[in-house]
């Protein structure tokens, strides 16, 4: 009777982190330029705040994203048996479906810190699309919004 030796477990190669972009350089304590579409400098505030603090959440949740990608990646299997095909399908779905996730808060992080740019330079507030003030309640609801909600739709409409 033949004994099944297992073949031996080859290690995945080690990859390099993912990079986490660092925030760009925008000054968060200076002096924000007179707002142009008639914010008040306590409202800026207000939104600056809100905005500095989904900054801080993003970062948080992308690090400890990559954090478990890669402890997932590089997991071992303390049994003696092989992987399962199935397993190791899994395996890879969970890891593109983190760095969808990952790339997806990339762009968020962006739109932020665009958001904080424009309350520095004064221009906060205004739709990229048309040039006109972007309601208070849009921007309570989303303070990193680039579009005016009208502009948006006719964007999701449209496919501008």
Request: aromatic content about 4%; proline content about 8%; some cysteine.
């Amino acid at each position: 009777m033949r004994s099944a030796i297992a073949p031996p477990r080859i290690a995945p190669p080690e990859e390099p982190p993912v990079e986490i972009p660092q925030a760009d350089a925008v000054p968060t304590n200076g002096r924000p330029r007179k707002n142009i579409a008639g914010i008040t400098p306590k409202e800026l505030e207000g939104f600056r705040d809100a905005i500095l603090a989904k900054r801080r959440e993003i970062v948080g949740d992308m690090s400890s994203m990559e954090r478990e990608a890669l402890r997932s990646s590089s997991g071992t299997n303390l049994s003696n048996l092989p992987l399962h095909m199935a397993d190791m399908g899994t395996d890879n779905y969970e890891q593109e479906f983190t760095l969808g996730l990952m790339e997806k808060d990339r762009k968020l992080l962006r739109d932020l810190n665009d958001a904080l740019a424009k309350i520095q330079n004064g221009t906060y507030g205004i739709c990229e699309g048309t040039g006109k003030p972007i309601s208070r309640a849009r921007l309570e609801a989303q303070p990193w919004a680039r579009y005016s909600i009208e502009y948006a739709r006719k964007i999701e409409r449209h496919g501008i």
